[in-house]
Structures are given as C-alpha cells and as structure tokens.
C-alpha cells in the first residue's frame, strides 16, 4: 500500500501514537510516499474546475502538507500562494519541493486552521484532504476562520467524494480505521483525531452556508458517476458573501 519508499509499519505505529502534529512531523519526509498525498488526478481536475473562476490573486493552500495544493494553487493565482499547516515537518518538505519560478511568490505560515493569521487576504482558498482532522463541533470555527481569511466575494474551494457503499470493501476498511481510532483516542493520550466518516459533507455545507458563504457543488466528470447518475466528485465552492460575519461562539470556535 505504501511502497518502498514509504513509511514502516513500526513507523506508521509510532505516528499514529502522537499528536496529529507531531504525528506529520515524523510522517513528513515520507508523506509523499503513502496514500494520504492527494494524487495528481484530484489536484488536476480541481485545477481545471477553479481556472474558470478565476482570476485570482492571492490563494491559500489551507492543511498544505508536503504542498500538494499549494502547486496547484500557482498555476491559477497571480500574485501570492500561501501554503498554511500547523506541522513544521510538512512545512520543511513543502518548502523544499514547491519552487515555483517566478511568479507567483510562494509563502509558508505555520499556524493552527483553527486560528488563522489572517484577515481578508486572500480570493481563494483551497483544502485537500484535511477535514478527517477536525471534530463536528470545531466547523462552526474553522467555517468562520477561512471566512475571515477571504476577502469579501473570494472563493473557499475543495472536492468531495460520494462515499463507498457497504458492498465496496473501501466501505468497510474506513468504518474499522475510525473504530480503530476511536478505541486508540479512547485509551491514550495525546489523541490523534483524523475520522474518515464522522463529518458529514452535507454538515459541512450547511455550516458554511451559516458562516456567511454562498455553497454552489460542481460536478468532476473526471471520477464518472454512480449506478443512479449523481457524480462521483464533485467541487464544492463556497464564495464568501457580504456583511458582518455571523456569531460564533467561544466553544465553536474551538
Ligand atoms: C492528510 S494531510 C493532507 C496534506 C495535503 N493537503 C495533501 O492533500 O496532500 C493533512 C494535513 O493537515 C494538517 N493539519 C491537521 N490539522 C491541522 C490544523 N488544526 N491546523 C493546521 N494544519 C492541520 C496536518 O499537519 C497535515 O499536513
């Protein structure tokens, strides 16, 4: 599943037994090796969908990584791309590997997504592959933070997936990761929080659509379409509308 050059199981063991920080730092110079990088053929058609949308200026790769999105990021925005995450090993290994020549400039922020560093400066925001990270309870936070992080009318933009059907043996793989999880989180400190199946995509639009966005979903003809024709993947963006941002309170913001 990993490859040759990825990480051992012994390795695997080790991270999945730290924070989810440090648990990407030690995960960092293998990352690229393992399934979690998001592959090319995501990042392409996202790419092909958010082009149109554009042009963008300032775009931020929101949980970058080793900077899968970020490199996406410099084919569609102008001016500066921005890769943010809270594991400085990531952070090494992007800062290594995405060299874009010339414009635009490329920057990277260690900061936690649930407290951003930044106010309306950026018109696009992309995420790949991150949101497992993040409890139910912590959306109404992190909604409003890349809300605060876009300037009015910019574009907060990610893919999802329909989910495996229990006669899909990928059904079954996900629900023993997160029970496995849940009985690691249950019985040692620090957890490491990363459920494939506990936040909901339909949660997830509905507390950006309370945040202040405006949710549109497109289609990825790329990933084909199910037995009863709805898409396989689709583009979720949410343009950030005018106004005061709603309330949200200190437990939400987590
Ligand atoms: C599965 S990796 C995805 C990396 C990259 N976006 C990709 O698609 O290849 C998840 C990333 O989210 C980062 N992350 C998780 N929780 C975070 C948080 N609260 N704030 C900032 N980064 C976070 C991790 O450090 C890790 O780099």
């Given at each position: 599943m990993f490859g040759p050059q990825g990480p051992t199981?012994?390795?695997?063991?080790?991270?999945?037994?730290?924070?989810?920080?440090?648990?990407?730092?030690?995960?960092?110079?293998?990352?690229?090796?393992?399934?979690?990088?998001?592959?090319?053929?995501?990042?392409?058609?996202?790419?092909?969908?958010?082009?149109?949308?554009?042009?963008?200026?300032?775009?931020?790769?929101?949980?970058?990584?080793?900077g899968a999105g970020t490199r996406l990021l410099a084919g569609v925005c102008r001016r500066t791309v921005t890769g943010?995450?809270?594991?400085?090993?990531?952070?090494?290994v992007a800062r290594r590997r995405v060299?874009?020549?010339g414009a635009p400039r490329v920057g990277w922020v260690r900061a936690d997504a649930r407290a951003l560093p930044f106010r309306e400066a950026f018109d696009l925001v992309v995420?790949?592959?991150?949101?497992?990270?993040?409890?139910p309870r912590e959306l109404p936070g992190l909604c409003a933070q890349v809300r605060s992080a876009l300037r009015p009318g910019g574009r907060?933009?990610?893919?999802?997936?329909?989910?495996?059907?229990?006669?899909?043996?990928?059904?079954?793989?996900?629900?023993?990761f997160d029970a496995a999880m849940r009985v690691r989180n249950a019985l040692w400190r620090?957890?490491?929080?990363?459920?494939?199946?506990?936040?909901?995509?339909g949660a997830l639009l509905h507390e950006l659509e309370r945040a202040g966005?405006?949710?549109?979903?497109?289609?990825?003809?790329?990933?084909?379409?199910?037995?009863?024709?709805?898409?396989?993947?689709?583009?979720?963006?949410?343009?950030r509308t005018d106004g005061p941002a709603p309330e949200v309170s200190p437990r939400q913001a987590g």
């Open positions: 199981l012994r390795e695997l063991a080790v991270q999945a037994l730290s924070s989810v920080e440090r648990g990407y730092d030690l995960l960092a110079p293998k990352f690229d090796h393992t399934p979690f990088r998001t592959p090319d053929e995501v990042l392409d058609a996202v790419a092909k969908a958010v082009e149109p949308l554009g042009p963008f200026a300032d775009g931020l790769d929101l949980c970058c990584g080793t943010v995450d809270f594991s400085a090993g990531m952070l090494d060299r874009p020549a995420s790949f592959g991150a949101f497992g990270h993040f409890l907060f933009a990610f893919p999802v997936f329909a989910p495996p059907r229990p006669a899909h043996p990928a059904f079954w793989l996900l629900l023993g620090p957890p490491f929080v990363m459920y494939y199946r506990a936040l909901r995509p966005f405006a949710v549109e979903l497109r289609a990825l003809p790329e990933f084909g379409r199910r037995a009863d024709g709805s898409p396989r993947g689709r583009l979720v963006v949410a343009r």
